[in-house]
């Protein structure tokens, strides 16, 4: 019997198997649906379904630069155990140079891209649910950035932390703010990007702050720009303290200007950031079930 295209969807439908293996599936089952759909669960078990659900908040980040095109990108899984697996490092790394060659619209854009590995194929996507059913863990593509600009840097610090800097100038002074920012993780590069919501946040934790020193108005006004003034040094590139700094003293600014090197740009992905980890109690959970069996009892 011959195997349809839309066959294998219907079984891909179904089971959230790779493309592949569902066309594998079907030729050993003669084309039967139902006796398809059993080879996979028996194969690849109900993992890929089940996983999907859980959540990714480990995971690495991944970054590309070739000429003038460069990607950046984060990958998660559900532990730090899998960040680790080679399989799904190749699929970080992959997708971060297909991410700057191809300068895809979204994740579902990414997804679509022709990609094969592992015997999985022939996109991105079917990669990644291919690794699901394969390690019994979920993972996703999160977020990613392309670049297109003559002076790209970029650094990943342990695959947790990835920086790309858009430069004109010294290479190798651009790679050091890379460093920098990996380990400083400043908002913006300088002074004036920082975006108003957060510098509006941190005059309002001033003003609650100098309020309760029972000081003149003049003086707690002194008090909270003087603070808004400190926060914007801190979280600005150029006035943060260059990591690398013999003296201690100099600026990113100030080594910027000795290595003729304008930074226009900064992007930094940090895994993990802003997901929300569940927090598994394990002494609650022993205790719940030993609840329900005394119940069922």
Known sequence: MAITASMVAELRAKTDAPMMECKKALTEAGGDMAKAEELLRVKLGTKAGKAASRVTAEGVVAAFIEGDKGGLVEVNSETDFVSKNDSFMA??????????????ADLDALGALAYEQDGYGPTLEDVRKGLIGKIGENMSFRRFKAFNNAGLAAYVHGSRIGVVVEFDGDAAAAKDVAMHVAAMKPVAVTS???????????????EAKAAESGKPADIVAKMVDGSVQKFLKEV?????????????KQTVAQ??????TNVKAFTMFVVGEGIEKKADDFAAEVAAQMAAAKTGA
């Open 236 to 248: 600005s590139l150029a006035d943060q303290v260059f990591v690398k700094a013999a003296d201690g």
């Open 91 to 104: 699929m970080a790394n992959a997708a971060a140079k297909l991410v700057a060659l191809n300068n895809p």
């Open 255 to 260: 080594m910027l200007k000795a290595a003729n």
């Open 192 to 206: 004036a990007d920082v975006p108003a919501e957060l510098i509006a946040k941190e005059r309002s934790v001033a």
